[in-house]
């Protein structure tokens, strides 16, 4: 092992436990931990409040845990090749590593960035730390020809069967001291909120995986579809922004599954979890493989199909104020808390594209804007899964009926009732119509009564669907 040190570059990997990218330097030599605000981190986080106010909590508690290793985080602004180039004569570094991006803008960044350093004679290290498996790894196990795995089933598969590497040994890192100069560590103000930053926000997700295997993953195949049952992991935040890695997840949950003495539900429950998990992996290896699916549909055929940029009910879309209420409880609760319930989400994002035709690309930038979580190939990912114009392979899109889904999901209507306060105080028998009615049977005299249904979404699904038929198969 060489003394110089070796750069490594944090960006959505907040954390020191676990950590592909620290292995990776590590194995170089000592390293110079930095973090660098460029333009394009700068946009992510000026575009959601709440992102902002997470991810700065989360450079707070990271600079705090390396403190008490004598180290400190090394922030600069800037173009990062510039930044990086900097920091290695100063410091005498060699080269520098960082984790892979998966969306295509930063993959694009990534290409460029180590095109720069490779040309000042610098050696540069792209890290898969995000995935629980990296891209390569399933790709090496696909038996026909072709990069990465287009279709979900034959990934989860070899997904299920691949073991997943560990770096649990934090306190064998070797990191500089703390006298390298530094600029200020980013504040949420910079990015236009004023919260006070939340220490220790990777020791918060660990309590969250721990409290979850412990108390609520037996009944995550119920909470997962009822969104009234708020049990699911609440780790998407969290891993998208790398303050718990994808690993220790998977290698929680499979060792939890291999119990003797799980109850058959909580293995059925796992079982579910590690899945949703694959999925994870799933759409980063797509992305990764196939990047220009940020702009097009992965399906080739349904490239050049008409969406909609605009329709009268968008807005109330926007806002919450559809007149379907289940579709409606989700946009606010994601409204009020930057989070919305996995299922929940599927059926709002169906109602947008189906029931208005609009289409997927103006759906994931608006919930862009809401979202805490920073997950652009994963959102692409499944809005297009959802469009029925990605890695979905079913025939034809699966169109959610929002009145059948909340009747199934939600019978007593506590989720609705949570976040629709014009219907907290209605009998459900008011506003209870039948699954195939136009309209709910609602009162619309009061001055904050819920609207009627902005669409009839039997009659715009069927001609949605006669549409997509026509064009899929001509």
């Not at 060489?2 to 676990?18: A, E, H, N, S, V």
């Not at 960044?109 to 399933?138: M, N």
């Not at 009910?313 to 606010?332: F, H, I, K, N, Q």
Request: charged content about 25%; hydrophobic content about 45%.
């Amino acid at each position: 092992m060489t003394d110089r040190p070796f750069i490594y570059r944090f960006t959505k990997d907040l954390r020191l436990d676990d950590h592909a990218g620290l292995a990776a330097a590590a194995s170089r030599g000592s390293i110079v931990p930095l973090l660098v605000v460029d333009a394009a981190l700068e946009a992510r986080l000026k575009a959601s409040q709440r992102r902002a106010e997470f991810f700065c909590s989360a450079v707070t508690a990271l600079d705090s845990e390396l403190r008490e290793r004598g180290s400190r985080l090394v922030v600069r602004r800037g173009d990062p090749s510039a930044a990086i180039v900097r920091i290695a004569r100063e410091t005498g570094a060699y080269g520098a590593a960082w984790n892979a991006s998966y969306d295509s803008g930063g993959i694009q960044r990534d290409r460029e960035l180590q095109s720069a350093l490779e040309e000042s004679a610098l050696e540069a290290a792209i890290v898969h730390d995000a995935p629980a498996i990296a891209p390569e790894e399933s790709a090496a196990a696909r038996s026909s020809g072709g990069p990465g795995y287009r279709a979900f089933a034959p990934y989860f598969d070899v997904w299920c069967g691949l073991p997943v590497a560990s770096h649990e040994y934090p306190l064998l890192l070797r990191f500089v001291s703390a006298e390298i100069e530094s600029e200020p560590l980013p504040a949420s103000k910079d990015f236009g909120s004023a919260a006070e930053p939340v220490m220790a926000v990777a020791q918060q997700a660990r309590v969250l995986l721990d409290r979850f295997l412990r108390y609520a993953a037996a009944q995550y195949s119920a909470a997962v579809n009822f969104p009234a049952d708020d049990r699911t992991s609440h780790l998407s935040t969290h891993l998208s922004f790398g303050t718990i890695s994808a690993r220790s997840v998977v290698c929680r949950a499979r060792e939890r599954l291999s119990d003797p003495f799980a109850l058959s539900e909580e293995r059925h429950s796992l079982r579910l979890f590690l899945r949703s998990l694959a999925h994870r992996d799933f759409f980063l290896q797509l992305s990764w493989f196939h990047p220009s699916t940020h702009d097009e549909p992965l399906q080739e055929k349904m490239r050049g199909f008409d969406w909609a940029r605009a329709h009268p009910a968008l807005e109330a879309w926007r806002s919450g104020t559809t007149g379907y209420p289940l579709v409606d409880a989700g946009v606010r609760q994601l409204h009020a808390t930057g989070w919305m319930h996995p299922h929940v989400r599927a059926v709002a994002a169906s109602w947008l594209c189906f029931d208005m035709g609009i289409d997927w690309r103006v759906g994931r930038d608006e919930w862009d804007r809401w979202l805490i979580e920073d997950d652009v190939a994963l959102a692409t990912g499944n809005w297009q899964w959802i469009a029925g114009v990605g890695a979905d392979m079913a025939q034809y899109p699966r169109i959610y009926n929002p009145e059948r889904q909340r009747h199934r999901y939600d019978p007593a209507g506590a989720y609705v009732r949570q976040w629709i306060p014009e219907l907290a105080r209605v009998p459900m028998e008011i506003w209870r119509g039948s699954t195939e009615s136009p309209q709910l049977m609602l009162a619309l005299y009061a001055g904050e009564a819920y609207p009627q249904p902005a669409v009839d979404h039997a009659s715009v699904a069927r001609a949605f669907l006669s549409r997509y038929r026509a064009f899929a198969s001509s």
